[in-house]
């Protein structure tokens, strides 16, 4: 088999870049390892950024997200028993969509079958050959069969645990890391949301309560790095949010069925050039985020925007200018993107280690942000988005 593109990987870097480059008139075969059943039941993110909702929109995907998504105004924190409200639109002229990751892939990937472009699942990538030459090779392997593909350029969006990132000869890549020792305790329920998305930060650790629908609540708690969702039952899962979101007498928060439940591990990391040869790594598998702020889907979007455009330039002109510069392009948004949310995790969490002396500086930053227009623009800039690509 031969294409333009080889695409590793069918999550949303993968995706939205296959769309973008058809667009383009680019051809492009995505491998996907998992089935499409086991990516479109993948619960993640749910905020997008007003770039991603764009890049939905430009590609003519937006119809079921402006039916189904939420437009989200505000970003509450509390902390003290007290809530900080950001009016997004009074701080910054722009808002986010709720609009679930799982929902995005959907369409992106019944939009792309529908078109009859190739999306290949069960096809699990296991070597890239010839990254350093003009004639790259992705083997894979399908229905217990080897089989390789031939093309032009490779784009490595097969997520952190990827293949891609790791085919890049040693001394390449610099990375840079930062673990946490707790994690993300995340649960969706048929309970009606609270009216904002609210952030806390409680002495019994971080909270926080999000939104699918009007019906279904996304909530998560900071729990021990390895805990697991069968510690929790349900009872205790609601007496500890209620209490960490300073809800103590049972009012503002509706429980209801938790039918969905998953603990994710915190990190950051950056691997630095984002590209070897014909290879591009875009999303997950060249940087993660901490989950606050919600920016790891988005910029993996942003990521791909980029990319699309530098391809389509070789592929229109034979000028390399673009794919050369694609890491210096992306790289201050990264950096920036991951200082923001690893920010707001020191601002809003419980760390083991901190002295009463370190949580009351963390206290005072809160107070701060409560008493400060200023710091609150900060933060609700960053929000809503630093991105500002054309597609
Ligand atoms: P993805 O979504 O991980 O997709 C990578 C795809 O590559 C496939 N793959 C391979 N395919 C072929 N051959 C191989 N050898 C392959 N190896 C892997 C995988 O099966 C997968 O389909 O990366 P992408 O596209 O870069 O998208 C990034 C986003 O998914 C990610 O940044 C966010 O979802 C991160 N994230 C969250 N971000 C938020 O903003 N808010 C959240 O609440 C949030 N929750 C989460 C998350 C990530 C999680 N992970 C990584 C486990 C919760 C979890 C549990
Ligand atoms: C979510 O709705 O899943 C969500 C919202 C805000 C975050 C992270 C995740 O910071």
């Not at 770039?51 to 039916?67: E, F, K, P």
């Not at 806390?200 to 390895?226: E, K, W």
């Not at 993107?337 to 009463?356: A, G, K, M, N, Y």
Request: some cysteine.
């Amino acid at each position: 088999m031969r294409t333009q593109v080889g695409i590793v990987g069918a999550g949303p870097a993968g995706l939205f870049l296959a769309h973008l480059l058809a667009r383009r008139g680019i051809e492009a075969v995505v491998l996907e390892a998992r089935s499409r059943a086991h990516v479109e039941a993948r619960v993640r993110a749910g905020v997008l950024e007003a770039g991603t909702v764009d890049t939905l929109a430009n590609l003519g995907l937006d119809g079921r997200m402006r039916r189904e998504g939420m437009v989200d105004n505000g970003l509450d924190m509390r902390f003290r028993g007290r809530t900080i409200h950001l009016d997004l639109p009074a701080l910054t002229g722009r808002s986010v969509m709720i609009y679930g990751q799982l929902e995005v892939v959907k369409d992106l990937i019944a939009a792309r079958l529908e078109a009859g472009a190739p999306l290949v699942f069960e096809a699990e990538v296991t070597r890239l050959e010839g990254l350093d030459g003009a004639r790259p090779r992705i083997h894979y392997r399908q229905g217990g069969i080897d089989r390789v593909l031939e093309c032009d350029l490779v784009a490595g969006c097969d997520g952190f645990h990827g293949v891609s990132r790791a085919a890049v000869p040693e001394g390449v890549i610099e990375t840079y890391s930062r673990a946490y020792d707790f994690s993300w305790l995340g649960v969706l329920a048929h309970a009606a949301p609270i009216t904002d998305m609210t952030y806390s930060n409680h002495d019994r650790g971080f909270a926080l309560c999000s939104r699918r629908s009007m019906t279904i609540s996304r909530l998560y708690l900071q729990v021990p790095a390895s805990d697991e969702p069968a510690n929790w039952s349900d009872a205790r899962f609601w007496d500890e949010l209620h209490t960490r979101m300073f809800d103590a007498d049972r009012s503002e928060i509706q429980e209801g069925e938790i039918f969905q439940r998953d603990v994710a591990r915190l990190r950051a990391y950056i691997a630095q050039p984002m590209q070897y040869g014909s290879l591009f790594l875009a999303g997950d598998a060249v940087h993660i985020v901490p989950p606050a702020g919600a920016k790891g889907l988005n910029m993996a979007v942003a990521d791909v925007r980029v990319l699309a455009r530098a391809m389509g330039d070789f592929f229109s002109t034979g000028s390399r200018k673009g794919l050369e510069r694609y890491t210096a392009d992306c790289i201050d948004r990264v950096w920036k993107t991951i200082r923001f949310s690893i920010s707001l995790t020191d601002l809003l969490h419980v760390f083991d280690h901190h002295t009463p002396f370190q949580r009351g500086l963390q206290m005072a930053e809160l107070e701060h942000v409560a008493s400060s227009v200023t710091a609150q623009k900060m933060i609700a800039e960053q929000y809503v988005g630093l991105s500002s690509v054309s597609d």
